[in-house]
């Protein structure tokens, strides 16, 4: 009998697969440190494409929602299903700290091999998907808030970045992206319930706000998306970079090698090309 899953255990599939993923459902040669496939999801891609995969891709990351912060606030995430319905349970890299699980979540390496092992935000040097994407033709960018990760470790590629005073920004910059069709790639980055819960704790009000926030502009994302990409096969995804806890009464953190913190779940969906 399979044993239930259960609070104490840690997620097997490593966030360091994703890129490979990402770069085999888009018929690209992945980055030279990649370390493996999440095959899940790539069936999953390959079932919805009718074998054909997708020819661009939507990342939404919402910093640090963890399983547990989706487990117990499941309803909110039903918006996010509603157009990602694949759920990826994955386990993010140590130290679960944003800039060491995005660089590991977009080059397919571990923070050893990528560089980043604690918090600081460097470029990273090393073989990313982005160049990867690049070198096969196509067009990434990034769009983020400013002085974030991801708005920095990614830095000095080929490549378009939009740098924005805060999350909401962040999406409206994304959206007219979207409209103007020119990217092949496109990673929007949002913050709001990581700043919040260091502030409080992951089940404080305003933390319980931030998640409906980023969730609404999962939604708006993906509706972007439908009525602007319909000459092609999209493959959208909620994917943040760690987890969360608090410990006694004190402020919400994260960086332990602890389930709460090390296990996320990420979500994906295909729009697919609208023939007619
Ligand atoms: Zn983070």
Known sequence: ????????????????????????????QAPKHSEGVNEPLCDYVMQQTDGRGVDRVLMFN?????????????????????YAPFESDMLTVFPPKTPVCFGSMYTGASPEVHGIQ???KPVIKIDSVFDALIRSGKKPCIVAVKNSSMAKIFLQRDMDYYLEDYDNEAVT??????????????CVYNQEFDDVMHRS???????QKAID??????????????????????????????????????????????PRDMNITHFYGVI?????
């Open 201 to 207: 704790h992951p089940d404080s009000k305003r933390s």
């Open 272 to 276: 697919p090309k609208q023939t007619n």
């Open 1 to 28: 009998m399979k044993k239930q899953f259960s609070e104490q255990d840690f997620h097997s599939m490593p966030l360091t697969h994703l890129t490979g993923a990402l770069c085999k459902i888009m018929n690209v």
């Open 213 to 258: 926030h980023y969730n609404a502009s999962m939604q708006l994302l993906a509706q972007a998306v439908k009525e602007n990409w319909k000459n092609h096969d999209t493959l959208i995804g909620y994917a943040p970079d760690h987890g969360t806890h608090r410990e006694w009464y004190l402020l919400g953190q994260h960086g332990k090698n602890i």
């Open 62 to 82: 919402p910093d640090a929602i963890g399983t547990y912060t989706y487990k117990k606030y499941s309803d909110k995430f039903d918006i996010v299903k509603q």
């Open 118 to 120: 604690h918090y600081e």
């Open 173 to 186: 910059r994304a959206i007219s992206l979207i409209k103007e069709d020119k990217y092949d790639f496109i």
